[in-house]
């Protein structure tokens, strides 16, 4: 089992910017892709980003296509979201996620097989 906490979330103003991370600890890191998930106030969880084990192949929701950027550093065990021209609706708690399977990327939310406590990112307009 894969053990996984996120910091980096905090208060920005529209437009703005944060960077989330993740450290990761328990497993082989490099051999399992990684995600972002969010949760807003009264909705569900949804998927916002992935990316595969060595980096080379990344994914993302469409409304935040050109805005956020995954990325991780293997050597340090850790995933980043780098978020930019945040907007009021990307107000969530933000989760990591590491997938279940080596060298498998992950095509839906129960591919993901442990999750962090969540990190809070507040957008004021």
């Known amino acids: 089992q894969v053990q996984l906490v996120e910091s980096g979330g905090g208060l920005v103003q529209a437009g703005g910017s944060l960077r989330l991370s993740c450290a990761a600890s328990?497993?082989?890191?490099?051999?399992?892709?990684m995600g972002w998930f969010r949760r807003a106030p009264g909705k569900e969880r949804e998927y916002v980003a992935r990316?595969?084990?060595?980096?080379?192949?990344?994914y993302y929701r469409d409304s935040v296509k050109g805005r956020f950027t995954i990325s991780r550093d293997n050597a340090k065990n850790t995933v980043y979201l780098q978020m930019s021209s945040l907007k009021p609706e990307d107000t969530a708690v933000y989760y990591c996620?590491?997938?279940?399977?080596?060298?498998?990327?992950?095509?839906?939310?129960?591919?993901?097989?442990?999750w962090g406590q969540g990190t809070q990112v507040t957008v004021s307009s």
């Open positions: 990316i595969n084990w060595n980096g080379y192949r990344t």
């Open positions: 996620a590491a997938g279940r399977r080596a060298y498998y990327i992950p095509e839906n939310e129960p591919d993901f097989g442990s």
């Open positions: 328990g497993r082989t890191f490099s051999s399992y892709a």
